[in-house]
């Protein structure tokens, strides 16, 4: 079975600084999608960002970025220029590609934003 | 553009009486619909998922239970609820695509 393990339960950064949250993940299958999700205060879960294990290019969407390293099974979240309003608890989560529907999520990471 | 719908958004109920949470999705067709539960300081656990109407598979054997009526309404139902049924419920779709999972406002149920 998959697991998903972020090993910061908490980060915090001051704001316009970079952040990089960690993921770390196992699996035996080749062909898989990476995901992180950003759930703020509400708790509605938010998609930041995804990535395909296919893709060799690492997943990039405006001040969101990852560093995805296949072989080491890690998928790293970089938030440049962070703004309070990034202040939440993010999940990595995986799925497989062909196997079964389900998102494994890890446990969570809080980030809080300091002005 | 696709929307999703949770109700209620809020739910507080005694032990043993009956639940009916209720998901719809807006804007697409034939869509994979997923039930989760997030229990307090956790993540999130896969409860049913659906691939079509009246298909319904679980991953949790407990006192839930999923119902898909029609194509873009997901249904979350128990009898008898318990004291371990409180908790964060979300509601997620996923489109043709097939890779990515989109999630609705979420429920807070106490069950007291």
């Known amino acids: 079975a998959q697991t998903v393990t972020q090993s910061q339960p908490e980060m915090s950064v001051q704001e316009a600084e970079t952040v990089t949250l960690s993921c770390t993940y196992d699996?035996?299958?080749?062909?898989?999608?990476l995901f992180w999700y950003k759930q703020p205060p509400s708790r509605q879960m938010i998609l930041v960002i995804r990535q395909e294990a296919y893709k060799q290019q690492n997943a990039t969407e405006n001040r969101f970025s990852v560093n995805f390293q296949k072989a080491a099974k890690s998928f790293s979240l970089k938030i440049s220029d962070s703004q309070l309003g990034d202040a939440a608890m993010y999940f990595c989560?995986?799925?497989?590609?062909?196997?079964?529907?389900?998102?494994?999520f890890g446990k969570g990471t809080l980030l809080t934003v300091n002005p | 553009s696709q929307t999703i719908h949770q109700w209620p958004a809020t739910l507080v109920q005694p032990v043993g009486s009956p639940l009916s949470l209720e998901c719809t999705v807006e804007?697409?067709?034939?869509?994979?619909l997923y039930w989760y539960r997030q229990a307090a300081g956790r993540g999130l656990q896969l409860l049913f998922y659906?691939?079509?109407?009246?298909?319904i598979s679980s991953e949790v054997p407990q006192n839930l239970s999923a119902s898909r009526p029609q194509d873009r309404q997901f249904i979350l139902s128990s009898k008898k609820l318990l004291l371990s049924d409180s908790g964060f419920y979300l509601c997620a779709w996923e489109g043709s695509g097939r890779e990515t999972q989109y999630f609705g406002p979420g429920t807070r149920l106490l069950v007291l």
């Open positions: 699996t035996s299958e080749s062909d898989y999608y």
């Open positions: 804007g697409t067709s034939n869509p994979n």
């Open positions: 989560a995986y799925r497989s590609a062909v196997y079964n529907y389900k998102l494994t």
């Open positions: 659906s691939v079509g109407i009246g298909q």
